[in-house]
């Protein structure tokens, strides 16, 4: 293990969770003189992550970008014609989260806008797969419904858009997704990344394209005087950002401005106690204290139950605890999605102990084998979690990861994650111009993909996968790097301190949590809950200034460790509350025992 002392840090990753790593500490830029009157610790960690001016820490609805989208008037003019007519509307969906709080804001949204006959089909993964197809346009067509309104879906749909409009269905899109070299031919699309979008902003997840939406629905109708005429009252469309900071925050699109504005004024009203009642109720089952609410909490703890719905079952499960106006009744399906998520984790922990085991084979024969771009496939393996798996087996080897599982008929269909330097979904369609043999269909992100194949071509894709990424990626960028913020000065360990970094947020995906790092003394140290390892710090050596800390998941086999007397840690600074008592708490990220020295 070395020590460099400059702004670069190289160790081993102790915990068992990761091969080694790197400490990089953020560039420390000059502060703005209009940030001068933050804390000089806040004044860095917003220098560091490019903030200049104070607009840009102004999270007022009033802020938030105009809605300049492409295809937004043809829209909202079939839309005010479809609640005018009193069509019949039927939202289809995404089976995630960012899907779910979609479906639940364009239902909520138009029923309050007056339109009653809407409803929402969300496609079931294990029998139709993503987005819409022209087997979930059959199923929708059941319903007889005027307009077909997809959610977080339909920019790579042209074969169901050409199923729906052939029934005589009228077809309006919108999406956030990457969009192919053709659009389907819809009634209208809006996607800020659509070709010749002005809209400034690529980053919206899918509810934050339809809040935009329904924002711009309801000018029109009040404009038109449709709610005066009507004898409806005119929604308020903040009360539906409770939905949107779920969405958003749990699909992890970069937290740009004006997703912060989103995220923080549906946070304010979840503190506020004014979320949706199936917020509410996966807050509880969560265990989180909606007063003290910060965005991971959406992305760690309701986001997964949410989500859980669509990767074990069926997602209108989700849906529908969204949609719920009663709290007791919310509570009934939080508890379901509760219980889905913990037969999620039990699965995903087989399937992770096994796809361990294989690539541990490949590592025992040749540590130098293990390819670039990970591939890794099993029969019997669930395909609601490959995404998750392929997550885990990313952060543990710092490779891109794509996890397959059987989808029938001879398919197979995986859940891609990349790393940073590799625009997954860019690679993926290197990979189709050069074997245009292979896949049949995929899409995604910079960082996340999904996509089929034929089960008989996955040894010849995992080796085109692998060639492309080697094209494309350097050996240094398999080197993981945890960035931090620094070290702390001992002043800066305190309570007031800690509780002001976490409502500096919203902290998120491109707008990170702050995190430390130094080195500490080891007073105490023991398990706890089988695999966290709680410790008693030191600051120096005489053992003056104590702080507690927490690393979750540990490896039992190296921790505790009674020799080891001092550590370096990557950390978050937090506030632990327990039985009454508040204390300050290190959230550790990175930890390697310093044994000499």
Same mark, same amino acid.
């Given at each position: 293990?070395? +020590? ?46 490019? =903030? ?105 749909? =042209? ?13 309006? =899109? ?22 010749? +979008? ?22 029109? /109708? ?20 409770? /939905? ?32 949706? %009642? ?40 989700? $849906? ?62 669930? #395909? ?34 990349? $790393? ?93 949590? %702050? ?8 007073? #105490? ?20 200034? /104590? ?6 998941? $540990? ?39 310093? =044994?000499?020295?």
């Amino acid at each position: 293990m070395v +020590c460099v002392k400059c702004a670069t840090y190289k160790f081993y990753f102790s915990c068992g969770l990761s091969m080694q790593k790197t400490i990089q500490r953020r560039a420390i830029h000059s502060t703005s003189g209009v940030l001068a009157q933050l804390h000089p610790l806040l004044q860095r960690i917003y220098s560091a992550r490019g =903030i200049q001016q104070e607009a840009e820490l102004q999270y007022q609805l009033t802020h938030m970008l105009k809605p300049n989208f492409k295809g937004l008037d043809e829209t909202v003019g079939l839309l005010v014609d479809a609640v005018v007519a009193q069509a019949r509307v039927l939202v289809v969906g995404d089976f995630d989260a960012d899907g779910a709080t979609s479906s639940a804001l364009a239902v909520l949204a138009l029923r309050a806008m007056g339109l009653k006959q809407v409803d929402f089909l969300v496609p079931n993964r294990f029998e139709y797969g993503y987005g819409l197809t022209p087997e979930i346009v059959a199923v929708a067509a059941a319903q007889q419904p005027d307009v077909i309104l997809t959610v977080d879906n339909g920019i790579s749909s =042209i074969e169901g858009v050409e199923a729906a409009r052939d029934l005589g269905i009228a077809v309006i =899109i919108t999406d956030h997704h990457l969009p192919g070299a053709h659009l389907p031919d819809a009634d209208a699309i809006v996607n800020p990344n659509q070709p010749g +979008c002005p809209f400034p902003s690529k980053n919206l997840a899918g509810v934050g394209v339809i809040f935009y939406v329904m924002n711009a629905l309801r000018g029109a /109708l009040r404009d038109m005087g449709w709610f005066a005429e009507s004898g409806i009252a005119e929604p308020n469309m903040a009360s539906f950002l409770d /939905l949107v900071a779920l969405g958003t925050v749990a699909d992890v699109v970069p937290l740009d401005h004006n997703n912060r504005i989103l995220v923080s004024q549906g946070l304010a009203r979840m503190r506020a106690g004014a979320a949706r %009642p199936g917020i509410m109720a996966l807050l509880e089952v969560a265990g989180r204290q909606p007063q003290r609410l910060v965005a991971s909490d959406l992305g760690f703890a309701v986001g997964p139950r949410l989500n859980a719905a669509g990767r074990m079952d069926d997602m209108s499960l989700g $849906i529908q605890c969204l949609l719920c106006d009663s709290l007791p009744l919310a509570r009934e399906m939080a508890a379901q999605l509760d219980e889905l998520n913990r037969d999620r984790k039990a699965i995903e922990t087989g399937m992770q102990q096994e796809a361990m085991g294989m690539l541990q084979k490949v590592l025992n024969a040749d540590e130098n084998a293990l390819p670039w771009g990970l591939c890794l496939f099993d029969e019997t393996w669930h #395909q609601g979690v490959i995404g998750i798996l392929a997550s885990r087996i990313k952060d543990r080897y710092h490779r891109p990861t794509i996890v397959f599982a059987d989808a029938g008929d001879g398919l197979i269909k995986g859940s891609a994650r990349s $790393i940073p330097g590799l625009h997954i979904r860019d690679a993926l369609d290197a990979v189709a111009a050069r074997r245009p043999d292979l896949l049949q269909k995929f899409g995604g992100h910079a960082m996340a993909a999904g996509m089929s194949l034929q089960r008989e071509h996955f040894e010849a894709f995992a080796k085109a996968f692998d060639e492309e990424v080697h094209r494309q990626l350097r050996a240094e960028d398999l080197q993981a790097v945890v960035v931090t913020d620094g070290e702390l000065s001992a002043s800066d360990f305190s309570l007031p301190l800690a509780a002001q970094l976490r409502n500096a947020g919203p902290w998120g995906q491109h707008f990170p949590e %702050p995190v430390f790092d130094g080195e500490f003394y080891v007073l #105490q140290q023991k398990l706890v809950g089988d695999k966290h390892l709680k410790m008693t710090l030191a600051l120096d050596s005489r053992g003056q200034q /104590l702080v507690d800390a927490i690393a979750f998941n $540990i490896d039992p086999g190296l921790w505790p460790n009674q020799q080891v007397q001092r550590v370096r840690l990557a950390y978050k600074l937090d506030i632990n509350e327990f039985r009454g008592n508040t204390n300050l708490q290190l959230m550790v990220d990175y930890l390697e025992a310093i =044994i000499n020295g």
